[in-house]
């Protein structure tokens, strides 16, 4: 573990340097038309401790969209507000399918695989829209009070750019809805998804927002519990087998640490115990991960030793 923060400083600055040529092995995403008009040379990572520290380098306070991370924090809203029940509408096992990827769905009659893929997580946003008088800004009210900043906001331009391209989200929806696994109507469903994949923040935000899930459930800036420990244990759990989606097997054997990437290029990486590694990189490979972000966090982690699987 590092101790000393400059030391973790220079690391950070070299990770960076090394990766400049990268960002082009990779492509920004398109399918959401906003998310496309994003500088793919931009690049920042940040490691927040659960003792307090902060270190950052690159572009690790220019706001992104968090697109899919935003699920983490989702699936933390909805276990909190339905407990045991929320697993009879949604399993835990990885997919072995692309995030939006519509025919698995079927066979297994609307159950989504696991609340990290958009199925599942569109699963969640029911949850959140039939259980909150207003899911949106409860999202958003629990993304301000994580990151400690009143100043979060949900990016329009990419709000509506998602809504206009959203067929294949509404098509999963009204699958599942036609299973009678949705209980919200399908266009608030969208509505709520959309809001909370659209969130702008960065990467320091976004490290300091998971925390609780380094800590057994519990902020260590305000020692409040956000869950229990066995939920935190159990994210931590399903990040480490779907969170970086089709490559979640690589990212385990070469990594080792419970993760979440969105198509926004963000990657967060939970160190159990220790803290939180935030980065970002917009151009994505064929799974919809952040190329540099990948291997900053791998960078990081073999040098840190880091891995949970000693
Ligand atoms: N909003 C995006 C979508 O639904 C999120 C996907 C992602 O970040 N992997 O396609």
Redesign the pocket.
């Known amino acids: 573990m590092i101790k000393d923060i400059a030391d973790l400083q220079n690391k950070l600055q070299q990770l960076l340097l090394s990766q400049k040529n990268e960002v082009n092995s990779g492509q920004v995403a398109e399918y959401?038309p906003a998310l496309a008009k994003v500088n793919p040379e931009l690049m920042g990572v940040c490691v927040a401790t659960i003792d307090g520290k902060i270190v950052g380098a690159g572009d690790y306070q220019q706001a992104f969209s968090i697109?899919?991370i935003s699920k983490v924090f989702g699936l933390v809203m909805a276990m909190n507000r339905l407990g045991d029940s929320l697993w009879q509408r949604i399993n835990m096992e990885p997919s072995g399918q692309p995030?939006?990827s519509i025919i698995q769905l079927e066979w297994e009659k609307g159950i989504p695989r696991n609340p990290v893929i958009?199925a599942g997580a569109l699963l969640i946003a029911d949850v959140l829209a039939s259980h909150y008088s207003s899911s949106k800004l409860a999202f958003r009210s629990n993304m301000r009070m994580l990151a400690g900043d009143e100043s979060i906001q949900i990016d329009q331009e990419v709000y509506q750019s998602?809504l206009s391209h959203g067929n294949r989200?509404a098509a999963l929806t009204y699958l599942m809805k036609s299973f009678g696994n949705i209980e919200a109507e399908v266009p608030d469903v969208l509505s709520h998804y959309?809001t909370q994949?659209s969130i702008a923040m960065n990467c320091q935000q976004l490290a300091q927002s998971l925390l609780f899930l380094a800590n057994k459930g519990i902020d260590p800036r305000t020692n409040k519990a956000i869950c229990s420990p066995q939920d935190s244990h159990r994210v931590n759990a399903i990040l480490s087998t779907s969170g970086m989606y089709d490559q979640s097997g690589e990212f385990a054997f070469s990594v080792g640490l419970p993760a979440k990437?969105?198509?926004?290029g963000g990657i967060v990486a939970v160190v159990p115990n220790y803290g939180v590694i935030c980065a970002w990189s917009p151009p994505l490979n064929k799974f919809?991960n952040s190329v540099v972000g990948m291997n900053i966090i791998k960078g990081l982690a073999e040098e840190l030793g880091l891995s949970i699987y000693h």
Request: net charge negative.
């Open positions: 959401i697109q899919s995030f939006n958009n998602e989200n959309f994949c990437s969105g198509v926004g919809g």
